[in-house]
Every structure is written in C-alpha cells, then in structure tokens.
C-alpha cells in the first residue's frame, strides 16, 4: 500500500506541477510574442518534458538505468501513439507544412539515432555530450529561423493570458518544483512495485513511469486541442519527443552509463521509431492529422500494450 501511495501522489505531483510549468511557460512566451507552433515547440514541449528528464536522471542515479532508457522510449511512443491519438479524435490537426519539413525530419533523425545507439548497447559520457549539443543546435535552429511563422500562424495564437512576464515565471518555477519531487516518488514506488512483482524494471518503464511522465503533455494537448490551437498540441509532441532523446538521454548518460536491456532492443524501440514514420506519413498525406489516423495511433497503442504487458503478467 505505501508503494501505490508514492506513485499515486507522484503522479499528482507531476501532473499538477506539470499544468503549472506549462501554464506559466506559455504566459511568458505570449507576453513575449513568440509563435504559437515555437511554443509548442520549446517551452512546451521541452517543459512538458522535464517530468522525463527528473523521473530518468533519478532512475539512472538509484540504479535503475532499465527505468529510465525505459522511460524514454515508453513516452515517445506514449506521445504519438496515445496523445496525439486523442488529440486527433477530439479536434482534426492541421499541420503546418514548412515547420515539419523541419521538425518531422529531425524527429525521425533523432528516433533514427536512438535506434542505433540502443543497437551499438549503450550509452557512455561521451554519446551524452554529443546529444546535448544536437539539442542546443536544435534549439537554436529553431528560434532563428521560426520567427517568420508567427505571423502564417496568427489565427491559431492563444488568448493572451492574465499573467504577466514575472508571474508566469513564478508559476513555471513552482511547478518545476512539483515536478521534481512528482518524479522521486512515482520512481521510487514504481521500481518497488516492478520487483514485488516480479516484472522487470524496462517492462515498468515502459508502461507506468512512461505514461504517468507524459501527463502533462496528454493535459497540454488535450486542453490546445479542444481550444482549436492545432501548432501547439501538435508542437508539443513533436519538441516532447526530440527533447526526450536529445535532452535527457544527454543529461542521463553524462550522471551515469546507461546499459540497453534486451527487450528494448528487441520490439520497443523499433515501435518507437515506427510510430515517428506513421505520424510523418499522416501529416504530410492532407497535411492534417484526421479522427481516423488518431483512432488508428489508439488502436496501434492498445495492441503495443497488449504485447508488452499480457505475458509479464
């Protein structure tokens, strides 16, 4: 009982801390008039990420390096396979045609480099190094030359928001608190509960720190969805993703080595790599992501479950 009462009051703790750092980053980024789709894209989606980065930097730390490359490939496919799924059948996306041109290629590229690296076993100091510095390279690129697109996204700018600039960086630091003490608890239940029950620590990764971690994304794509506000559900996943890889697998294998388990190279991370090819294949046939491609993502989703969890039971 204490064990499912760390993770259910970690998971409380990240999806409301979530909500705040995600609430206060985009009050900040409109009262500085940045795009809609760059939002998304960086404090969005690299915020909504920071429940991934604390939850894997502290598996990796505790000794439990299957929970955290776990919980990286667990909420890539969570991401586009649940979220963007949902967020598709409750609102039709429109996809906005020269940012993923950019965007979708560097998260095929970066599941791409995942993929290989988790076939190469394992990751050192040196492979940390070098995925920072792809994702501040990233980062860059995108700020430089995302400014244009602000004004081709005008109508999809959220209403500006009645926080000021100081008050929304009030709100996004408190809620990185919550985050950060969110994510020791939903791993330190999590990982107890994997080996009570005789499961392995990537199985747990996989499945309950994955999708309790990509919370917040789930609410912020939910909540721009249903407000018609396509670039920022949409950019949220797509930076959630690249960030994932890039950010904090960086961040992670620089804090300690993190070994690849065998079932992750076996089926998860080339479900992983499929669903960044079958949301790129959706976007660029109409340009739009349909209700039909998002119960297509949910169904591929159950099924990936199923598979995963039915014969560790």
């Keep these: 009982m204490e064990n499912w009462a760390l993770v259910a009051g970690g998971l409380v703790l990240l999806l409301g801390g979530g909500e705040m750092l995600v609430r206060g980053a985009v009050a900040a980024a409109v009262r500085l008039g940045v795009s809609p789709l760059m939002i998304g894209l960086t404090l969005v989606g690299f915020g909504t990420s920071t429940p991934e980065l604390v939850a894997s930097l502290r598996a990796a730390l505790d000794g439990a390096p299957a929970v955290a490359l776990g919980n990286v490939v667990g909420s890539n496919i969570a991401n586009v396979l649940l979220i963007l799924g949902v967020a598709a059948l409750l609102s039709p996306m429109i996809v906005e045609r020269r940012s993923f041109a950019r965007d979708g290629a560097v998260l095929v590229a970066a599941s791409l480099l995942l993929t290989g690296l988790v076939l190469a076993d394992g990751f050192g100091a040196a492979t940390g190094a070098a995925l920072l510095l792809l994702v501040l390279g990233y980062t860059w690129f995108v700020w430089k030359t995302d400014s244009a697109a602000g004004a081709a996204l005008a109508g999809e700018v959220p209403d500006r928001p009645a926080l000021g600039l100081g008050a929304g960086l009030s709100v996004a630091a408190a809620g990185i608190t919550g985050v950060v003490i969110g994510a020791g608890l939903l791993v330190d239940g999590a990982v107890a509960l994997a080996r009570a029950a005789g499961l392995s620590e990537a199985v747990i990764g996989l499945t309950l720190v994955a999708v309790g971690t990509s919370l917040p994304e789930l609410v912020t794509s939910i909540v721009a969805a249903l407000k018609r506000q396509g670039a920022v559900a949409f950019g949220n996943v797509i930076g959630s993703n690249i960030f994932n890889v890039l950010g904090i697998l ?64």
């Design 250 to 313: 960086g961040v992670t294998a620089l804090a300690a080595p993190l070994p690849v388990p065998a079932e992750i190279a076996r089926l998860d991370i080339w479900v992983m790599l499929g669903a960044a090819v079958a949301l790129t294949l959706f976007a660029v046939t109409g340009w739009r992501l349909s209700r039909c491609e998002g119960a297509a993502l949910l169904a591929a989703y159950a099924v990936y479950l199923g598979v995963l969890v039915l014969p560790a039971i």
